[in-house]
């Protein structure tokens, strides 16, 4: 229930509150990361007008919290990986 909430936040707020549009959140790593390369791309040669620019440059900021958030979470993991390999190495008999 709470993510059908924060879906409708996301589309009131235009992310403004922080919340990633389920859409981009429902991407890995890598397709985040192209899609946000082409907007850079598409932003920089000027291919598209100033609103166009301003929904792409909204999206790419919610692209880059959503990698960063990604890398996040794996460094998160590869530390509790590590940890929990020292453990057993300080535990096993030697």
């Known amino acids: 229930m709470a993510k059908k909430k924060d879906a409708t936040i996301s589309e009131k707020s235009d ?3 922080g919340v990633i549009d389920p859409a981009i959140a429902a991407l890995d ?5 192209r899609e946000l390369e082409a907007l850079v791309e598409s932003i ?20 880059l919290r959503h990698c960063k958030a990604l890398l996040d979470t794996a460094e998160t993991t590869v530390r509790e990986m590590s940890l929990g390999e020292l453990e057993q190495g300080s535990t ?3």
Not at 29 to 33: C, F, G, I, M, R
Not at 44 to 63: F, H, W
Request: aromatic fraction near 6%; avoid cysteine.
């Open 92 to 94: 096993s008999p030697r």
């Open 29 to 33: 790593y890598e397709q985040a990361v």
């Open 44 to 63: 920089e040669q000027g291919d598209i007008g100033l609103e166009a620019s301003l929904a792409s440059y909204r999206r790419g900021e919610q692209l």
């Open 15 to 17: 992310g403004a509150a």
